[in-house]
């Protein structure tokens, strides 16, 4: 099998440096086939590569929402909430009783969602100030 790529002649190739697969021009030829390219767009010099290797990918693989496993993304929440649970949201109260996931509407922090429940009588809301630790089912006492 032979090709048509000669030294000065243009080729798709993986740029190392714009991380995209653009023209280049072959710069240096080894046994037909390129060997050191020149990306057309940043003028870098590297190695002809067609596309970047496999396992360089998945060794590169970011994994972002890792991060986000453990915290409920505030703005996520909110924005998956009808008008009607928001208005039907939970009037936060000391004495109260919440659940996890249960939405809230705080006298001063607003909108609420309910992430862990983390004893009988504390709960932990995400507010969109951040997350804040809450009583709750805190017994009216005398008097009071
Ligand atoms: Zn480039």
């Not at 453990?70 to 919440?98: H, M, P, V, W």
Request: aromatic share 6%; proline share 3%.
């Amino acid at each position: 099998m032979t090709n048509n790529y000669t030294a000065g002649g243009n080729i798709e190739a993986w740029c190392t440096k714009c991380k995209l697969e653009l023209g280049h021009t072959i710069v240096a030829m080894v046994a037909n086939s390129p060997k050191r390219v020149k990306c057309n767009t940043c003028d870098s010099l590297h190695n002809f590569r067609a596309k970047p290797s496999e396992k360089k990918r998945l060794k590169s693989k970011k994994s972002p929402q890792k991060v986000k496993v453990q915290e409920i993304d505030y703005n996520e929440c909110i924005s998956r909430l009808t008008d009607t649970e928001l208005s039907n949201a939970k009037k936060y109260r000391t004495e109260g009783s919440f659940e996890k996931n249960e939405i809230i509407n705080h006298s001063r922090f607003g909108i609420g969602i309910v992430s862990s429940v983390i004893q009988i009588n504390k709960i932990e809301i995400l507010f969109k100030d951040g997350p804040k630790l809450l009583v709750q089912n805190r017994e009216a006492g005398p008097g009071v």
